[in-house]
C-alpha cells in the first residue's frame, strides 16, 4: 500500500475530493486514506476486505436497502484481522463516493446524532484535555469484477491453473464503512471509530472462490490463498493488508474490554513512529494512536 509521511498528504487529498467520480483502484484508496485520520497510516484504517478485495460501498437509499434484501446477501464485518500482502495490486475497478465532507463536531451529543452511535472516549483524567471531535461521513462505493482483469493478473503470477468464469463478468461487491467519529487530543494521540462494515454481495456468488482467485492474483501460494480464502467466509473480517516490507511490529495484547491487536510502526532509522491498538467487537471497530506504546495502551485500556 502507498505510504506517505508528509503532513500535507492528507490535505491535498481532501481539496481533490469531488462529490462523485470514478476513479481507478489506487486512486480509489488514496480518496479514502483522506477521508479518515490526519497523521494516521493509511493502513490502519483503509483495508476493509470482501474477500480481501477492497470493496467501500453501500446500499445507502432505503428504497435500495429494500430491494438488496431480496437480492443481495449482506454480512458484518465486526472483525479485524491482518494480512502480509499490499492489496493495492488488486485487478478490480472501484466507483467511490463519500456524502459529504469531513466536519467538526461540537461535543458527544452532536456525534451522536451526526453518526448514530455516541463514541466511547478515554476515562476522565487519562489525557490532558478534551478533545476536538470531527467526523467523516459514509463512504460508499461499488467494486467491479472484470474477467479480463483479473485473468490477466492470475497470467501474470503464474496462476495459471486458475480459471475465471465468464458469468462473473460485471458483478460488483458493495459495502458501507462508516460515518466515522475522530478524536484528537494534545500531543499527536488520536481515538477513530465507527460501526462494524456492511457487506453486501450479489446473492448466490461464490465468495470463496472469488477471495481464492484474488489472493492468487497476488501471487500468494494456491494453498495459502485457499486457507485464507476459507478462514474468511467462514468468519467474515475488515483486513488490514501491510505489505511484507513494510517495517511494522505486529502484537496481540489483552486489554480490560477484551483482546486487541497492536501495531508499531518504524521509521527508516528503526525508531517507532507510530503505535496504533485496534479493538474491535458487534457494536465497534476502535483504533487509539499514539507516538509511544505506553501512551497508546493506557489509552486504549481506559476506554469502556
Not at 483486513?239 to 502484537?251: F, R, S
Request: proline share 8%.
Amino acid at each position: 500500500m502507498e505510504t506517505n509521511r508528509e503532513d500535507g498528504w492528507v490535505e491535498e487529498r481532501l481539496a481533490a475530493l469531488e462529490p462523485e467520480w470514478s476513479p481507478d483502484f489506487v486512486r480509489g484508496r488514496q480518496l479514502l486514506d483522506a477521508g479518515l485520520a490526519k497523521p494516521a497510516r493509511p493502513w490502519t484504517w483503509v483495508a476493509a476486505a470482501v474477500a480481501i478485495v477492497l470493496c467501500l460501498a453501500a446500499l445507502a437509499l432505503p428504497q435500495t436497502r429494500a430491494f438488496a434484501q431480496e437480492l443481495w446477501q449482506r454480512l458484518t464485518l465486526h472483525r479485524v484481522d491482518v494480512v502480509r500482502l499490499d492489496l493495492s495490486n488488486l485487478p478490480v475497478r472501484a466507483k467511490l463516493t463519500m456524502s459529504g465532507m469531513q466536519q467538526p463536531l461540537s461535543g458527544l451529543a452532536d456525534a451522536e446524532r451526526k453518526a448514530g452511535f455516541r463514541p466511547w472516549l478515554p476515562e476522565g483524567g487519562v489525557l490532558p484535555a478534551n478533545p476536538s471531535l470531527s467526523m467523516t461521513p459514509l463512504m460508499s462505493a461499488e467494486q467491479t469484477i472484470h474477467v479480463a482483469d483479473l485473468t490477466a493478473a492470475l497470467r501474470k503470477v503464474g496462476a495459471n491453473d486458475v480459471q475465471v468464469p465468464p458469468e462473473w463478468e460485471g458483478v460488483q461487491l458493495r459495502a458501507a464503512i462508516g460515518p466515522l467519529v475522530a478524536a484528537d487530543y494534545p500531543g499527536e494521540v488520536q481515538v477513530l471509530q465507527s460501526k462494524p462494515i456492511e457487506l453486501s454481495i450479489p446473492a448466490g456468488f461464490p465468495l470463496e472462490r472469488f477471495a481464492e482467485a484474488a489472493f492468487r492474483s497476488l501471487g500468494v501460494s494456491v494453498w495459502e490463498a485457499r486457507d485464507l480464502a476459507r478462514k474468511f467466509v467462514a468468519n467474515p473480517a475488515w483486513l488490514l493488508d501491510i505489505p511484507p516490507d513494510e517495517p511494522v511490529n505486529l502484537q496481540e495484547v489483552d486489554l480490560r474490554a477484551g483482546p486487541a491487536l497492536l501495531i508499531e510502526d518504524f521509521d527508516d532509522h528503526g525508531k517507532v513512529e507510530r503505535v496504533t491498538v485496534i479493538r474491535s467487537s458487534s457494536e465497534r471497530i476502535l483504533a487509539v494512536m499514539a507516538k509511544t506504546r505506553q501512551v497508546a495502551l493506557h489509552v486504549a485500556d481506559s476506554i469502556p
